[in-house]
Every structure is written in C-alpha cells, then in structure tokens.
C-alpha cells in the first residue's frame, strides 16, 4: 500500500507561481514512480507530469510547455511540482499519483494515463484567477 498526500494548492493571480508538493508513505518511496495529473470541473483527468524514482525520466504533458518543473527529495519521500507562469486554465484539482506495479528500471518512464495509476492522493485544489 502507498499513501499520498498533495499539500500547496490556492488561490493565485495569474503569472503567479506555486509549489505542490506529495507527501508519501508506506512502500519503499526511493523506488516509487510518481505522477502529476489534474482534473478540471467537468473534464477528464489529465496527466501534467511525472517523474521516475532515479529522476533520470521526467515528462510532461503538453500544455506545460517549459512552465511546470518536477522534483523529488527520496529522503523526505517528497515529490515537487513548481508550477511558473501560472494562466487561468491551469484552474484544477491536482493529484499526485504512483502505479502499483514495478517502476523500479533506472530509465522507468512514467505512464501518462490515469488508468495505469493505482494509488491517489485525495488532491489538492489549484485556483488561478485572471
């Protein structure tokens, strides 16, 4: 089992920056592969970026576009997401996530469908205001 918790979310004016962040317990987090997605009112679940336990594969998705940088600290079982020049657009629920299966490959290349992620954090709400 993993445990997951976003913390960081807010309200913010559009250029504006924050930093989430996804607190992990319960399975060996140095390993552990984890992703951002967000889900907007009424729409799916998209994935905003994810990175590999080594920190050698990270990606993102494709609005990102430079704005977003994701981080991890294996020994605080933290996983970062600095989000830069935020638009009123980026306006979600953020959710941090890991897959149950092995993701223990050096080069592991995060999945970018919420279908492969089998643990959730209860998320964390993004507000960007124009």
């Known amino acids: 089992q993993v445990q997951l918790v976003e913390s960081g979310g807010g309200l913010v004016q559009a250029g504006d920056s924050l930093r989430l962040s996804c607190a992990a317990s319960?399975?060996?987090?140095?390993?552990?592969?984890i992703a951002w997605f967000r889900q907007a009112a009424g729409e799916e679940r998209k994935f905003v970026a994810g990175?590999?336990?080594?920190?050698?594969?990270?990606n993102y998705g494709p609005f990102v576009k430079g704005r977003f940088t994701v981080s991890r600290d294996n020994a605080k079982n933290t996983v970062f997401l600095q989000m830069n020049s935020l638009k009123p657009e980026d306006t979600a629920v953020y959710y941090c996530?890991?897959?149950?299966?092995?993701?223990?490959?050096?080069?592991?290349?995060?999945?970018?469908?919420?279908?492969?992620?089998?643990?959730w954090g209860q998320g964390t709400q993004v507000t960007v205001s124009s």
């Open positions: 996530a890991a897959p149950y299966g092995d993701s223990s490959d050096y080069y592991f290349t995060p999945p970018s469908y919420a279908k492969d992620y089998d643990y």
């Open positions: 319960g399975r060996t987090f140095s390993t552990l592969t």
């Open positions: 990175i590999s336990w080594s920190e050698a594969i990270k």
